[in-house]
């Protein structure tokens, strides 16, 4: 397995491990700062791959910050073997995550990061935004790179296949095409739950009006960011959502 590396903004790099059995890329995100930091760990099983990668921008042990989404296998099941190559580094995720799951899972102990809290690296500073259930998990939350305008947005915009790192295509059309395909799917449906605050904190995520949506799954989208998160909500209503109530059922 050998990633494939791209500059996606300012010493923002895209590491890309593409697993043919998924037809899915699993991407991980390095800043190279003062303090570096890995978004995504990847799963146990790609961190030979991944420290190899890791290891032609930065020397791994330099790692001083570890983060992810939400707790999954892809997000950081590997957060252990980096923390025993890294001593500096710790693991840096929500106060839900922090509370409910690393505390625990860990092998140190994590930074917990309040709503809005800025985590700085150096000439980077990520605004760390809780987004319960979006794309799924409890603990789930997104960096936001003020400086450059990258949202480092995990699941969101999950794209199917072997594509491009970075695109200005329609990537909501590939996201909807890949919810579609899940929800045809018997074992991997119901991936994205839908709830009553999906719209507004993909609204919230537009506001920041980011310029590149760091996808895990897929491309790195440059544009729009804001446009592409509002239209967002209408996709996963129309893909997700319960048909209304027939108004002549309700006793
Ligand atoms: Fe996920
Ligand atoms: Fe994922």
Known sequence: MTARIDEIAPDLYRICLYVPAFDLQFN??????????????????????????????????????????????????????????????????????????????????????????????????????????????????????????????????????????????DVLGRWDAAVAAYQAHPVLMDYLPLTPGTRRRLNELADLQPKVLAAMHGSAFVGDGGAALRAAADMLQFRLGAAPVDAQHVA
């Open 28 to 169: 991980h995100f390095l800043v190279r700062d003062d303090e570096p930091l890995l978004f995504h760990t990847g799963m146990r099983g790609m961190f030979p791959a991944m420290r190899e990668a890791v290891a032609t921008l930065i020397d791994p042990a330099s790692l001083r910050w570890i983060s992810w989404s939400h707790f999954e296998v892809d997000e950081c099941g590997a957060l252990n073997e980096w923390l025993a190559v890294a001593p500096n580094a710790t693991p840096v995720c929500g106060e839900v995550g922090a509370m409910v799951n690393i505390g625990d899972f860990s092998n140190r102990p994590p930074r917990a990061l309040k709503p809005n809290e800025i985590l700085g690296t150096g000439r980077h500073r990520f605004r760390f935004v809780p987004t319960p259930h979006l794309p799924h998990g409890w603990d789930a939350g997104v960096l936001f790179e003020e400086r450059s305008g990258v949202l480092l947005c995990s699941d969101l915009f999950h794209q199917l296949g072997e594509v491009e790192p970075v695109t200005s295509a």
